[in-house]
């Protein structure tokens, strides 16, 4: 019985020998198997590009102009005669305010004697310009230089994101082909400054001061009524003007123009792309196609000048606008990948979407300023990341 327990184990061990030598035979049947990049059930090839990335362009130029009227906005001089409210640069006359006590006790005006105790100026000149009378003065200036100031604002920067899409091989060569859109936004940003030939318009009014002499104003301006001790002590003078006179000079760099545009301007493109591999981690790709621009800017405009008396007369005047611009770019990048699925890109890009004018008047219409922005020659650089998916 022992004898034929260790013949039955020994034929166990060699049926079990022979079926594993049959199982390697047939498996030495089945040919090897290696996965190809042209069997996209077994190894997946991404298609899909995301770029995110950096722009700064130049190329975009910008020209202010238009011409202006200044004057002090609270100046009203009103007619030549006549009693009334007005405003100068240097000064103001108003009716008479002196009153007294009726018999009843009531507080009258005084009956008009010609002469007026509300008014005020600023300057000495004023009193010695004409003796026995101060002159009260109105000043305009009209801007004659209609010529256009240019300025080209700094490298606009910028960023942008675009996704792409292979679509396969250029006639079976190792070029490809795909599809790109994207977006980037820039900034728009440009400020000049000029002096500006103006013709300068004085009206001068001359008010009697009835043999009296003209108030002190060395230290503070004088204002009409004063009173001391409750008693109206005020330099008296006509409540209108005796004599009306009005002279223009042409002069040179007088008004002070400063110019100001702000903004940016959105670029969504789309168009074919190329790619050709350079070495096993460099590639080029080539790309053209159209934008569509919209861009936003505020347009703001300062212009001041100082006449002969009173204070600095100043005008600002600001709007906004929208554009949408379409046009065409090229680009061209070289691309390094890090890994299978990101890398890196650097390249150039030029883009050409037109032109736009903008236009802000003053509230009376008597101003009005352009600036032209052009977008037709944009160039510069582009670098980012690019993920593969």
Known sequence: MKKFRHAFCVLFVAFCACAVRAQKEDDSSIPDYTPTADDDLVLYIPKHS????????????????GQGLLMLSTQSIGAETGVAN???????????????IDPSGNTVPIAPD???????????????????????????????DASFHEKD??????????????????FGSRMKWGLIAGLSVNQI???????????????????????????????????????????????????QPLDRSTKTASI????????????????????????????????????????????????????SFKPETGDEVSQFVTNTKNALLPGFYVDADLQFAMTDTSGLYLGAVYQNSGDYVQTVSST??????????????????????????
């Open 252 to 303: 040179a760099n007088e008004v002070l123009s400063t110019w100001k545009l702000r903004g940016a301007y959105v670029t969504m493109r789309a168009g074919p792309t190329l790619y050709l591999p350079v070495t096993s981690r460099f590639s080029a790709t080539f790309s053209a196609g159209a934008v569509l621009v919209y861009a936003g800017t505020t347009y703001e405009v300062t212009q």
């Open 50 to 65: 995301v770029r995110l990335g950096f722009r700064a362009l130049s190329g975009a130029k910008t020209s202010f102009g």
């Open 114 to 144: 010609g002469r007026t105790n509300t008014w005020s100026f600023i300057d000495s000149s004023q009193g010695t310009e004409v003796p026995g009378f101060i002159a009260m003065h109105a000043y305009s200036a009209k801007t004659t």
């Open 86 to 100: 007005r405003i100068y640069s240097d000064g103001s006359v108003s009716p008479d305010g002196r009153t007294l």
């Open 189 to 239: 940003y440009a400020t000049t400054s000029a002096n500006l030939a103006a013709d300068v318009t004085t009206t001068r009014d001359l008010y009697s001061l009835g043999g009296q002499a003209a108030p002190d104003v060395s230290s503070t301006p004088y204002v009409a009524p004063v009173n001391s001790g409750g008693v109206d002590v005020s330099v008296l003078l006509g409540d």
């Open 364 to 389: 009376d219409g008597l101003s009005t300023y352009m600036t032209r922005v052009d977008l037709s020659s944009l160039q510069g650089i582009r670098a980012g990341v690019s993920f593969k998916f």
């Open 153 to 170: 604002p700094s490298l606009a920067l910028g960023v942008e994101i675009a996704s792409e899409r292979e679509m396969g091989k250029v």
